[in-house]
């Protein structure tokens, strides 16, 4: 099956709503994309209006749960698809749909600072040094750059 990419950059419209569906937890919430065109004037008028409903599987539950709400600037890039349904009335309509793979703060639009989940170590080798100041602990990055403090952070937006 063909899957088709986008990102979309706009504005969280609806508070995001988490579910469980089957076995699995989703959140989601519609994002609006709007366009500006610059008038032969110089000034600005509204274009046209992007609606898609973005729906977060996975890890992106929990990020997007604790730092996302409704007005928030976004950032989202997935695949998207086209949904059908009838509505109350009968009505035939469909709307744009998207399985998002990442989405974050606009950082054009908002200041953000990212906290790290705790990353969960099974032995205590994993979590020494391996004394080549490299900042690579087991094949993994640990985050730091030489030269600076490491601090923890906090998510705001």
């Not at 989601?28 to 409903?53: D, I, K, M």
């Not at 009968?90 to 989940?117: H, W």
Request: proline share 5%; charged share 25%; hydrophobic share 35%.
């Amino acid at each position: 099956m063909f899957e088709t990419p986008i990102t979309v950059v706009g504005r969280i419209v609806t508070d995001p709503r988490r579910r469980i569906v089957g076995d699995q937890e989703v959140i989601s919430f519609r994002v609006a994309s709007n366009s500006r065109r610059r008038t032969p004037e110089g000034t600005w008028e509204p274009g046209n209006s992007l609606f898609v409903t973005v729906n977060c599987w996975g890890r992106l539950v929990t990020g997007v749960g604790a730092a996302l709400y409704k007005g928030a600037a976004v950032i989202a890039v997935g695949t998207v698809h086209t949904s059908e349904y009838e509505d109350r009335e009968g009505i035939k309509r469909s709307s744009l749909d998207m399985r998002a793979t990442a989405v974050g703060p606009d950082l054009g639009r908002v200041i953000a600072r990212i906290e790290q989940p705790p990353q969960s170590r099974t032995s205590p080798e994993a979590v020494a040094d391996d004394g080549t100041g490299d900042g690579v602990v087991d094949g993994v990055a640990d985050g730091t750059v030489e030269g600076s403090e490491s601090e923890n952070l906090m998510l705001s937006a």
